[in-house]
């Protein structure tokens, strides 16, 4: 029998069309001997569906068209406790499931796919998923536990300040001249919680301090002010594994138009991977693979980003970026992207590693996360209510102890 993929995507954040091309090239790698991958789409408005059409790039030019062709469902568990996808709405006698579902692979960049929240509901119903977890999802996310949990393991961050729109509001000056006196400027100012380079600037003086920050905070209440990297090369490297066994990819070298790497680099730019042709990874911007480093270099980013991802606790795939001080060849991990654009299938390719076989890797690791759970004891099957028949006082002493 083959294991039942549920490959989840489009989604409510700011990148759900890179999510619909990032699971489509995904679903087209599966390997069919061993899964059969099922498509579900989560809509703008929030409704989940499946079908056939959802596989054609094509027919997302017309969403409405498109969903009338498919099945609206929910994902719910049946009498055995057993994950499934059932119809959303039946008749009086209509069948309700449409399928049962082995293991879920999220394919959803940014907020409430990313960020541990779906991953939290396939938990709820008992449902195998690839990836990131719950924790390592959400600190993904969080730009500044994200650094408080490197920094403690002492892999190198840049010097950052952190701290909330109401503090801002209630002590700006205070707060300007500690990131005056601890960072210098230039800095970078940012929201510490969305992707896309959405609501960062820069800033040189303390004028564009308070217009970055006031920026920031129209996106999300934890700011992050760091030091600005001026000279910089930037570096992405992907990591695929769990915390026990986890290699590196190769690197990739990321070229920006502007200081800051933005929406429109990333999706918009039209450019294209060294090797082109199905090397090409979803976000289209200018890079180059391998990136220009001396072996050394290049061995030091792959160890950073295996130490990364295994100190976060992730799974499967993720992408971790780097910035390089190319003054001092200094490397600092700028964040980790736990459900990279493209899956990273592009830095997998040149190691040898198909698309395929990428997959297949990412939902074995799924596999053995479920069995390491399975073998551990989270709830005891004994009924306090029905051992302790006699009354509340008294009684004799349950599995759980007397005092837990
Ligand atoms: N400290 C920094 N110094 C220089 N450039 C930076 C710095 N931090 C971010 N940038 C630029 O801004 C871009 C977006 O920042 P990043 O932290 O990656 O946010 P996002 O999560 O939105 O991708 C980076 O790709 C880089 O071009
Ligand atoms: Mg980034």
């Known amino acids: ?53 959802l596989l054609e790039i094509e027919n997302y030019k017309n969403i409405d068209s498109l969903l009338k062709q498919c099945e609206r469902i929910i994902i719910t568990t049946n009498d055995q406790g057993r994950p499934v996808i059932h119809r959303h709405t039946t008749g009086m006698f209509g069948k309700k499931l449409i399928s049962e579902i082995d293991v879920a692979f999220p394919v959803i960049h940014g907020t409430y796919g990313e960020d541990g929240i779906l991953q939290g509901y396939f938990e709820l119903h008992g449902l195998p998923y690839v990836g990131c977890d719950v924790f390592s999802s959400a600190v993904g996310m969080d730009k500044v536990m994200m650094k408080q949990i490197l920094r403690d393991s002492g892999l190198p961050i840049l010097d950052y300040h952190w701290f ?33 380079s959405v609501g960062i600037s820069k800033a040189t003086n303390r004028e564009e301090l308070e217009e970055a920050v006031e920026l920031a905070t129209e996106f999300a ?128 390719e040149p190691t040898g590693k198909s698309f395929k076989e990428l997959t297949s890797d990412m939902i074995q690791v799924a596999l053995k996360r479920e069995r390491e759970r399975e073998s551990l004891t989270f709830s005891v099957d004994t009924n306090l209510f029905a051992m302790h028949s006699g009354g509340a006082k008294g009684g004799s002493k349950s599995k759980l102890g007397s005092n837990s």
């Open 164 to 196: 909330y729109s109401s503090n801002w509001l209630n002590d700006q000056d205070a707060l300007i001249e500690k990131i005056e006196s601890e960072l210098n400027y230039p800095v970078i100012v940012k929201p510490a919680n969305l992707g896309s």
């Open 221 to 348: 209440k934890k700011i992050v002010v760091e030091k600005m990297v001026t000279n910089l090369k930037e570096v992405n490297c992907s990591v695929l594994g769990d915390y026990e066994e986890a290699e590196s990819s190769v690197c990739e070298e990321v070229l920006s138009s502007t200081d800051i790497l933005t929406y429109q680099d990333k999706y918009q730019s039209g450019g294209s991977s060294k090797g082109g042709g199905s090397s090409k990874g979803m976000e289209s911007t200018n890079r180059k693979i391998p990136a220009e480093m001396s072996d050394e270099k290049t061995a030091e980013v792959q160890k950073l980003a295996k130490d990364t991802f295994q100190t976060l606790g992730c799974a499967g795939v993720s992408r971790i970026d780097f910035l390089i001080d190319k003054n001092t060849e200094q490397v600092f991990v700028n964040e980790i992207n736990t459900i990279p654009g493209s899956l990273s299938f592009y830095l997998w």
């Open 1 to 53: 029998m083959k294991v039942k993929v549920g490959v989840f995507f489009g989604g409510v954040s700011v990148e759900h069309e890179v999510s619909v091309i990032s699971a489509l090239q995904a679903i087209n790698a599966i390997d069919r001997d061993q899964y059969e991958p099922i498509p579900i789409y989560i809509a703008k408005n929030k409704n989940w569906y499946t079908g056939e059409a």
